[in-house]
């Protein structure tokens, strides 16, 4: 028993797997428990040995299908042949043998509708399911058309009931099965996502945390050179009252605090230029002088290119270097 769980966790609901694939093996061993079952029902039932080696051939389809999946797995080519000829040549296959419309196949080829939905999207779902229901639909009438092509031409009364009964019971546990397993899935990724989800607020949280709390100023540009965010550090060193001022009136302050020349005579570099350089080279840093209103600083500046969000942000650390140099001047 513990074999048979270990067996079950790995194939349907190890991460070792794709998700196509563990509903892939789903279905086979679904499949395979049911042909078995289809297997012991007709046996008890008496009915011919055709019948059975039928029911077995299906049997041995499905486990090589389980075989293939678990070897390669989930290649879409291969999931969407074992599917064509499962549902194409297998089960008309079985409809001409085990008593033609007179038979139970008709749950059986509703299981193969059901796989192609599973296992197929767009133009490919389209053409499988118009391909295999005219193909069925052409099976059914050949057998009422040509009824002595019917290997097993018709079940006796009991027979045909035994059968009806086993392939509704086996069609329906089947797609009971199938949604259920896809529950369980949904609601196992669904934790995931909710735990990741939970795990990324933390984080954000503890980032927030930190820019807020840092006590040089920090601001953020986006990839047009729009100043999108700032810690309070930037808003009380630039003299605004909140955030919001601040995104809307740095352009304009800037302009008007940068002077035409540095204190060493150096030409001025416009906030723009240092952006594009940063954007360039990654990260550039220097120092510089800034006119605000509540007076002469003198800043130590980082820049550095992020990526963010399928683009990039720069993010600059500025640090108020005003009073050393106002120590070190006293000391001279």
């Not at 040995?49 to 041995?60: A, E, K, N, R, S």
């Not at 030409?267 to 350089?277: A, G, M, V």
Request: proline share 3%.
């Amino acid at each position: 028993m513990r074999k048979l769980k270990e067996t079950i966790q790995l194939y349907l609901f190890s991460e070792q797997f794709s998700l196509e694939s563990r509903m892939l093996n789903m279905i086979c061993m679904v499949g395979i428990l049911a042909a078995i079952a289809a297997t012991i029902s007709r046996i008890v039932m008496k009915q011919s040995p055709t019948m059975i080696i039928v029911m077995l051939f299906i049997t041995f389809a499905v486990f090589l299908a389980l075989f293939i999946n678990i070897r390669f797995n989930f290649s879409s080519i291969i999931t969407l042949s074992i599917i064509f000829i499962l549902g194409n040549i297998l089960f008309p296959a079985a409809l001409f043998m085990l008593g033609g419309s007179y038979s139970g196949m008709a749950a059986y080829f509703v299981i193969s509708i059901a796989i192609i939905f599973f296992f197929s999207n767009g133009a490919t779902r389209v053409i499988m399911l118009t391909v295999h229901i005219v193909w069925v639909t052409f099976c059914y009438f050949l057998t009422w058309r040509f009824s002595h092509w019917v290997i097993i031409p018709k079940l006796d009364l009991f027979q045909q009931t035994l059968d009806n009964i086993q392939s509704f019971i086996i069609s329906g546990f089947f797609v009971g099965l199938v949604i259920a397993f896809q529950n369980t899935i949904y609601q196992t990724e669904k934790r995931k996502v909710e735990y990741a989800m939970q795990s990324l607020e933390t984080v954000q949280k503890t980032v927030a945390t930190i820019f807020e709390s840092n006590p040089h100023i920090n601001v953020m540009f986006d990839s047009g050179f729009r100043l999108i965010d700032c810690n309070p550090a930037a808003i009380e060193f630039l003299g605004f009252t909140s955030k919001e001022e601040t995104l809307s009136s740095f352009e304009k302050l800037m302009s008007e605090s940068i002077p035409e020349s540095q204190p060493n005579g150096t030409p001025f570099i416009s906030l723009n230029q240092r952006l594009k350089t940063t954007i360039q080279e990654g990260a550039v840093s220097f120092q510089t002088e800034l006119h605000i209103p509540s007076g002469v600083k003198i800043l130590d500046v980082e820049m550095k290119r992020v990526s963010y969000d399928n683009s990039f942000v720069i993010v600059c650390y500025l640090v108020d270097l005003t009073t050393i140099h106002e120590a070190r001047n006293n000391l001279i």
